[in-house]
């Protein structure tokens, strides 16, 4: 069955410093991958996705990801994080073979301190 | 569009009583999704119907739960009786295709606490 890792479960950093936020994936066949955001007391907000074509995405907010195929990967980044950044990130992926859910990650606890 | 409406936002009740939550799609979009969200367990999918039929229920937990969408723009996930262990925020997601190209559309929960 499908499944999706989120290695870190909480990622501290302080401000202006890069963040990776790790996720990888299994699937044997063609996947969609996304990255989703929940704030403090709110739902879950999509960052980027992954469809098809060049493998770096740029999302909301300064974000993006690498999808890397053979790694079977989904690392997401940002080059200067803001207080404003601390939340839950949410790895998901969405493949035909797992009847049209998506199967999301534990989740990463973002905590950017000043 | 104010996005996927869920009501209430918290909800406390004892042990025993029956549960009701609610969600409005936003509309236009035909799969709506019901997700479960505890610290144990992450997100869980529940259900998800197509066009106001589930389509796979096989989250859902046990006999206790149940979810109607009696038309395209309301969906009720119920629980009866209600235990402790139920206790967790309770999301609707709704989008207008299978494959979320779009991601899905989130509402802002049901915070639950059984006592």
């Known amino acids: 069955a499908q499944s999706v890792t989120q290695l870190d479960s909480q990622v501290p950093v302080f401000e202006e410093a890069p963040v990776e936020l790790r996720c990888n994936y299994s699937?044997?066949?063609?996947?969609?991958l996304f990255w989703y955001v929940q704030y403090p007391n709110q739902g879950l907000q999509l960052l980027l996705k992954y469809l098809s074509g060049s493998t770096l995405v740029k999302g909301i907010n300064g974000f993006e990801a690498e999808f890397n195929k053979s790694q079977t990967s989904f690392h997401l980044r940002k080059p200067s994080v803001h207080i404003s950044d601390t939340a839950e990130y949410f790895c998901a992926a969405w493949s035909y073979n797992q009847g049209g859910k998506l199967i999301f990650g534990q989740g990463t606890e973002l905590s950017v301190k000043p | 569009d104010a996005g996927v409406i869920q009501s209430p936002r918290h909800e406390v009740t004892e042990m025993g009583q029956e549960v009701t939550l609610r969600c409005k799609p936003i509309?236009?979009?035909?799969?709506l999704f019901w997700y479960r969200q505890t610290m144990m367990r992450g997100l869980e999918l529940l259900i998800y119907f197509n066009n106001n039929v589930p389509i796979d229920d096989s989250g859902m937990p046990e006999d206790r739960f149940s979810a109607k969408m009696p038309n395209a723009s309301f969906s009720t996930l119920k629980i009866q009786p209600s235990e402790p262990r139920d206790s967790a925020v309770y999301f609707c997601?709704?989008?207008?295709?299978?494959?979320?190209?779009?991601?899905?559309?989130f509402g802002s929960g049901t915070r639950l606490t059984v006592v």
């Open positions: 997601a709704s989008s207008f295709v299978d494959i979320p190209s779009g991601g899905y559309t």
């Open positions: 509309s236009g979009h035909d799969y």
């Open positions: 699937s044997s066949v063609s996947v969609y």
